[in-house]
């Protein structure tokens, strides 16, 4: 596969404004790297915050983004064009879901393979974590919103024939949800409570307890319409409730004999209130552990006597590793991660701004935006 001398890109040079499309030279891989040809690359509703209101304040939160005008897209999917010399993971050919999460790679973090604590963690894409980033941008300074980009081979996960371009770009959120359950260790004795379950983050955490072997799942979002189609994926596993209808944790208590769940993972959107969450953690079992992987921002009152007399763990989660990229690609093929759930809203670079504006009408997590380049 010979890949053009150049390409077509959506950038964005201002923020906030809309993206212009743009022929750009055909970025060249180095020893190490692998270009691929995007044909998928997904588009969460995060994104039109990272746009338009992270790209001016961000500077100011250390959490920088690429320097403009620069290419975003956050999790991209195709075939690789062309490999690094020192490349032995994957071959020109092969389809791959390219993971966004870039590091250093030789810090004591990476080779032991605590990714998420390197100094210059970030995503590819879309924003970084500290003004280490900057370096990460200059070696690998555009995301998914082109024909072609450039990743480092780890980042490059196969997948089967069976799996979609677009169904592979949904693995970003679906990762960070099947992370957070992973770090909690859900197996095939877990109760599970998922919060925000029926949005992108959420509903990506209810079919990663399904394919981790859940036993039991306990389902909250608003919206009881999209509640019921939740349920309807596995109706014997999953129960839902609506946050409208009363008290999380009094409902868990009652589903659980009074014991509450073993795992609570909180996937609230940006925006919702602290007290969501703090039914979430109210609902956990002696021993239990609660895992935030979504948008609170704000400070939540912990009694730390409680979590200590309780033993209950509170943990952060962010993203997802390469291990479990290839953990997600397995179990996508075998059936047990079902991807079908998604339903493809496509569009084309020349259409990108409309379909950033149209994201608002989406079905729940039910709803996978993407662009094909």
Same mark, same amino acid.
């Given at each position: ?219 909250? &979002? +608003?919206?009881?319409?999209? *509640? %019921? /189609? ?8 999953? =129960? #839902? ?83 479990? &990229? +290839?953990?997600?690609?397995? *179990? %996508? /093929? ?8 998604? =339903? #493809? ?29």
């Amino acid at each position: 596969m010979k890949a053009a001398a150049t390409m077509r890109a959506a950038r964005m040079h201002e923020a906030g404004a809309r993206l212009i499309v743009e022929e750009l030279p055909t970025p060249i891989p180095g020893n190490e790297d692998v270009l691929i040809r995007v044909r998928s690359c997904g588009m969460v509703p995060n994104l039109l915050n990272v746009l338009h209101q992270l790209a001016k304040i961000a500077p100011g939160l250390g959490m920088p983004l690429p320097p403009l005008p620069a290419v975003f897209g956050l999790d991209p999917a195709g075939e690789v064009a062309q490999v690094g010399a020192h490349v032995k993971n994957v071959a020109v050919g092969d389809r791959v879901y390219v993971n966004p999460m870039r590091v250093c790679g030789t810090c004591r973090h990476c080779v032991d393979g605590d990714f998420a604590a390197c100094r210059h963690y970030t995503f590819n894409g879309y924003f970084g974590f500290s003004h280490n980033s900057l370096e990460i941008y200059d070696r690998y300074p555009s995301g998914g919103m082109a024909e072609y980009m450039v990743a480092p081979s780890y980042a490059a996960v196969k997948l089967a024939d069976q799996t979609s371009f677009d169904q592979a770009a949904r693995l970003g959120y679906v990762g960070t949800a099947y992370s957070a359950l992973r770090r909690s260790n859900v197996g095939p004795e877990s109760t599970v409570l998922i919060t925000g379950a029926s949005g992108t983050l959420g509903l990506g955490g209810v079919i990663s307890a399904l394919a981790l072997g859940a036993k039991r799942i306990f389902a909250v &979002a +608003r919206d009881r319409d999209l *509640l %019921a /189609e939740v349920k309807a994926i596995s109706p014997g596993r999953i =129960e #839902t409730m609506s946050s409208l209808d009363g008290s999380v944790r009094e409902w868990i208590k009652d589903m659980t004999a009074g014991e509450g769940v073993d795992v609570a993972v909180d996937c609230l959107p940006y925006g919702a209130p602290v007290e969501q969450f703090l039914e979430a953690y109210h609902s956990v079992r002696r021993g239990g552990c609660v895992v935030n992987a979504g948008g609170i921002t704000e400070a939540i009152p912990v009694f730390l006597h409680d979590l200590m007399t309780r033993n209950i763990s509170l943990v952060g989660s962010l993203w997802f590793t390469p291990r479990e &990229a +290839r953990e997600m690609a397995a *179990l %996508a /093929e075998s059936g047990l991660l079902d991807l079908s759930i998604f =339903e #493809t809203c496509a569009c084309t670079l020349d259409t990108v701004n409309d379909a950033l504006g149209d994201m608002s009408a989406r079905r729940g997590g039910f709803s996978n935006y993407v662009v094909n380049p």
